[in-house]
């Protein structure tokens, strides 16, 4: 789950990492409560979306920049007037852009000098690792790219914790001298407890600044957290934004089915994200395009695929289904009914293909042959792609 940068920001005051004062707004008659919150200066506007590039992008209404350094507040409440409620579209929205809800104004800072600094799961050591770069403020793609050397990690034991050493090795590869090292060494560690505590998937501040003065500040804030373990964690949960999520994708979290959708126009339903993830691969691999991820689970109900189906005909760019399940603790049998009954209700007219293999897929087949509907059967996996693709050219 992924929340807003005003909302990171909060999160990094509660645990001590110091930011920059800042105030959101989601209403035009907001800007001048939030604004009032902050000194008379320079000011920033952020729009708050969920992607990145926000201050390269262009607003549908020809407004160019989503993030503006302003000289006065009274500057700051226009430029704001001009980026609330309006579509802003960067490298990360794709062309359909991402309507801005809520703006953050905060005080500007003098900057020294920008760095990099994450906090993830490695998943080859099965640790966190800290990642850390002189070269802040760019993509810490283009910096991995271009300048490798510039990026260094540290990985952080589980079982111990972030310890002193470690701390020192990150401000010594930042190159930070003294006078900001023990501000930088609270920031690292405060922001490793939050990272830990509140089972975040990752913290990402880009840039990290330093000051004239010596001061360390995150000036930006990206952070998500493991959706698995918000259970743990309801006032983190409350900060989910159901405006900056794909609406198929909140529908199926409520059945508890895995989708994520894509821009193609052959959807999958499958049983286990391995399979999922080959059966997206054979699609493209002769010749079709996958609307989506979608994976039922290993023990779906028939209530839980009638659902799938629903989801995946709310996406108007689909032209062809492919069903590709096998049966280890799924049974085929149930799968196959969950069809027939989903294809009844909602009168589809799409080609199916229905791949079955495994527990009980004798009944599974004589299920799908008996409805008098039209599904084409796939022998195997590859079978059953070819189809699909063939069928929706």
């Given amino acids: 789950m992924n929340i807003h940068e005003y909302q990171a920001k909060a999160l990094f005051e509660k645990y001590g990492v110091p930011v920059p004062k800042g105030a959101p707004a989601k209403t035009h008659e907001e800007f001048v409560t939030a604004l009032a919150q902050l000194p008379e200066g320079p000011t920033m506007v952020k729009s708050q979306i969920h992607a990145g590039g926000r201050g390269k992008g262009t607003f549908t209404n020809g407004f160019k920049g989503g993030v503006k350094f302003c000289k006065t507040k009274a500057e700051a409440r226009d430029i704001a007037a001009k980026m609330l409620g309006n579509t802003l579209v960067t490298v990360q929205t794709g062309p359909a852009g991402r309507k801005v809800q809520t703006v953050y104004f905060t005080t ?16 080859a050591s099965s640790r966190p690792v800290i990642v ?23 990985l952080v034991d589980p079982a111990y914790g972030l310890a002193d050493f470690q701390v020192r090795q990150l401000i010594a590869g930042l190159g930070l001298n003294a006078a900001e090292a023990k501000g930088a060494a609270k920031l690292i560690r405060n922001l490793y407890g939050m990272f830990w505590e509140t089972d975040a998937a990752m913290i990402e501040v880009n ?13 930006d804030a990206k952070v998500s957290f493991d959706s698995n373990a918000l259970f743990r964690h309801p006032g983190i949960s409350a900060l989910r934004d159901l405006n900056e999520e794909d609406p198929k994708e909140i529908e199926a979290s409520k059945f508890n089915l895995s989708y994520i959708a894509l821009d193609g126009n052959i959807a999958c339903l499958v049983n286990g994200a391995g399979l999922a993830m080959s059966t997206m691969d054979i699609i493209k691999h002769y010749g079709g395009n996958p609307a989506n991820f979608l994976d039922v689970g290993g023990g779906a109900t028939k209530e839980q695929v009638v659902a799938a189906f629903k989801i995946i005909l709310g996406d108007a760019n689909v032209k062809g289904i492919f069903v590709n399940i096998f049966g280890g603790i799924m049974d085929c049998n149930v799968i196959a009914t969950g069809i027939v009954e989903a294809v009844r209700e909602v009168g589809l007219k799409l080609p199916l293909v229905v791949r079955l293999e495994g527990n009980n897929v004798a009944a599974g087949k004589a299920t799908l042959g008996s409805s008098g509907l039209t599904i084409v059967s796939g022998d195997t996996m590859a079978d059953a792609a070819q189809k699909i693709v063939k069928l929706v050219a």
């Fill in 108 to 123: 500007a800072s003098d900057i020294k000098k920008e760095y990099y600094l994450a906090i993830l799961l490695d998943r």
């Fill in 207 to 219: 840039p990290l600044i330093t000051t004239p003065s010596g001061e360390v500040l995150a000036l």
């Fill in 132 to 154: 850390a770069s002189t070269e802040g403020g760019m993509e810490i793609e283009k910096v991995a790219h271009e300048t490798p050397e510039k990026i260094f990690k540290v």
